[in-house]
């Protein structure tokens, strides 16, 4: 199968691309864009560590063709801090303790944007844990995860309502 | 993963008559069918990307009031769909009981009637399965078999179907719409499904380029949304396949059952309707003894297909605790833990 062009706006930068179908999102970023953030795991959707936001809403990039994706606004753990400063995610899990290794985190990062930005958690630390199931790991982080994700989702509505105020 | 050629058809003709080709696939969310390419178990020759096609991923209240949902319709947008999960809480409850969010971010309602087996001889392309090479034999047989069926299974094959979904769907009389050669037709889900007999590889009423639009819900479904639950049990509470599961739907008045609706996931090879146990239900008072004595009714056929008997009485007390549930009432809001069997309030705790 010869190549297809597709268009990527990658943490908001524009990617014009040949790609052969076979290739999962997740291959094209680690191995074509060298935004080798976003990890791979399993390959197969279990584990969580491919997540990246694809138009807004986490999905595992393993198991996304990007031929099928063409078009598509992508945000990977490169784009989620604002030059040198962090997100405010990212800096709560530094300050829960939240991280695991440098192979689980990105997911889990991304993964929680994503479930914040879904708004079905709140603040509910069971409704938390099982919005971040499909990001496994055994580095026992999880609960400075939670505490990551309520000091974050209050910090995220602060900032929300100052701006609206 | 196998070279193939891959289309993106704009119209539903184009997307069936590529289709229809011999090694042809359709591709939606992908989440099972990547999953199977890269495990040399699906190596399909043309991949038919239907995952733009137009007017397939509306959820439209039809004039008899009824429900059709767009088979591309992705499984977290129908469940967060308020309107939906008000209406048919027990459907919004199996699928967020379902894979993880990611998956369920990505898959769809079409998609997730086609998904297919996890036994693991069927993704162990070194052990021998009917399903995947006809004729081959069935390692699950005097293999690793506690999570096997329990009902309609046959020596040629005992896996199961995996969908949350389709069970309180088959419950509640969806029909599933089919766009092919010939034009539309509709099948029930209770049809479309087929159980493995001698031909485990035939799966479904699907025919070559046949193309699933939709899922339909007819207006009586509605009618049970107060007392509808999906109960699902597995090895840990979130993020895995049921052992079993059950959907229980009641209509209750002054303590006697008006309807009743019943199904059992994680036990046959197709989502399984109680009837049997919907006729005990019937015009009875509703009440333990009574729950008990349909759930006797369901499973009054099954039978052991390996080291799996502990399941028969598993799913005899999760259809009870799925009934008593029922008969609760729906909550205002979901369980956290959706399928947890521990969580019975709005909000509850698992630890509670």
């Known amino acids: 199968m010869t190549s297809l062009p597709i268009t990527l706006t990658i943490n908001g930068h524009r990617h014009e691309l040949e790609v052969d179908p076979r290739v999962t999102l997740l291959d094209l970023l680690r191995e074509r864009l060298d935004l080798t953030g976003t990890k791979k795991g399993c390959d197969r959707g279990q584990c969580g560590a491919c997540t990246v936001l694809v138009d807004g809403k986490r999905i595992n990039s393993c198991l996304a063709l990007a031929v099928s994706h063409d078009g598509a606004d992508v945000l990977t753990i490169e784009g989620v801090a604002h030059g040198e ?78 701006a609206a105020a | 993963m196998r070279d193939f050629d891959y289309i993106r058809p704009a119209t539903i003709p184009d997307a069936i008559a590529a289709a229809a080709e011999p090694g042809s696939a359709y591709l939606a969310g992908g989440t099972n069918l ?45 469940a967060h769909d308020a309107a939906f999960a008000k209406a048919y809480p027990a459907v919004a409850e199996a699928l967020l009981s379902g894979a993880s969010a990611q998956l369920r971010n990505a898959a769809t309602v079409g998609g997730n009637l086609l998904q297919r087996t996890r036994c693991s001889y069927f993704y162990d392309t070194a052990s021998a ?86 899922v339909r819900l007819p207006a009586e479904a509605a009618s049970f949304a107060a007392n509808a639950r999906y109960l699902k049990v597995r090895e840990r509470t979130s993020y895995a396949f049921a052992v079993v599961s059950a959907a229980a739907a009641l209509v209750v008045d002054g303590g006697k059952i008006r309807a009743a609706r019943l199904a059992l996931g994680g036990v046959a090879a197709k989502p399984w309707r109680a009837r049997s146990a919907e006729a005990v239900l019937l015009g009875a008072d509703a009440n333990e003894a009574t729950f008990a004595s349909a759930a006797n009714a369901a499973l009054a056929d099954a039978s052991p297909s390996g080291d799996n008997a502990f399941k028969i009485e598993l799913a005899r007390r999760i259809v009870v605790r799925a009934l008593t549930s029922a008969l609760a009432g729906t909550p205002e809001r979901l369980p956290a833990l959706p399928a947890s069997p521990f969580s019975s309030a709005p909000g509850a705790r698992h630890d509670a």
């Open chain 1, 85 to 162: 400063e962090l997100h405010p995610v990212q800096a709560a899990f530094i300050a829960h303790d939240g991280f695991q290794c440098g192979f689980c985190t990105p997911g889990q990062i991304m993964s929680t944007l994503g479930l914040i930005a879904e708004g079905q958690a709140g603040d509910d630390p069971e409704r938390i844990r099982e919005g971040l199931s499909g990001n496994i790991c055994r580095c026992a982080a999880y609960g400075g995860i939670v505490e990551a994700v309520l000091e974050a989702q209050e910090k995220l509505a602060t900032a929300d309502r100052r």
């Open chain 2, 129 to 214: 399965c009917n399903k995947r090479e006809p004729g081959a034999g069935c390692d699950a047989l005097g293999g690793e078999n506690r999570l096997h069926a329990v009902l309609g299974w046959s020596d040629a094959c005992i896996a199961t179907h995996p969908s949350d979904f389709c069970v309180p769907l088959v419950a509640l009389d969806a029909v599933v719409e089919i766009e092919g050669k010939e034009g539309r037709r509709h099948v029930t889900l209770a049809e479309f499904h087929r159980l493995p007999g001698e031909t485990p590889q035939r799966e479904n009423a699907l025919e070559p380029g046949d193309l699933i639009v939709a």
């Open chain 2, 34 to 78: 990547l999953d199977l390419m890269k495990g040399g178990i699906a190596s399909p020759e043309r991949i038919v990307d239907i995952s733009r096609l137009p007017e397939l991923n509306r959820i439209e209240r039809l004039d008899d009031g009824g429900l059709r949902i767009g088979a591309l319709v992705r499984n977290a947008d129908l």
